[in-house]
């Protein structure tokens, strides 16, 4: 009986594994701005997201990036545009509105998620270029 509740057990587990969906993102990296800007630096057509308001996104933001409101209730739509196999780059002001970002990007299906620890404010602090 009790080899037989191992087998129970193992065969559990097994399934539970080799059922495990790999298409979605199985990870959020949270990089410092300056492994962002590197990772970024070694890409071409990085798909790029400033998930803050539009007035911010004016006052300035890193060249390149297309403005996603996480704000507002077509953020998902807007995502769902860009290529879901690319890496996505995102980042917020301080990192809280992109760590939201990224767990509804995870969601989409998204397979590879990159969030900007700190945000824009220490991408400034750390005086990294725009």
């Known amino acids: 009986m009790k080899k ?10 097994l399934f539970f594994t080799a059922c495990k969906d790999n298409t979605f993102a199985q990870e959020i990296h949270v990089l410092t701005p300056q492994e962002f800007h590197d990772a970024m630096a070694d890409k071409k057509d990085v798909q790029l997201v400033d998930v803050r308001t539009p007035e911010e996104f004016a006052e300035g933001h890193l060249e390149n990036a297309l403005n996603i409101n996480i704000s507002e209730t077509n953020f998902i739509t807007e995502a769902e545009k860009l290529n879901l196999e690319k890496p996505i780059y995102i980042y917020c002001r301080s990192g809280k509105r992109s760590a939201k970002a990224a767990l509804i990007l995870k969601d989409v299906g998204f397979k590879e998620i990159y969030d900007m620890q700190g945000g824009y404010l220490h991408w400034e602090s750390d005086g990294l270029p725009n």
Not at 4 to 13: A, D
């Open 4 to 13: 037989l509740s191992i087998l129970f057990g193992l065969t559990v587990i």
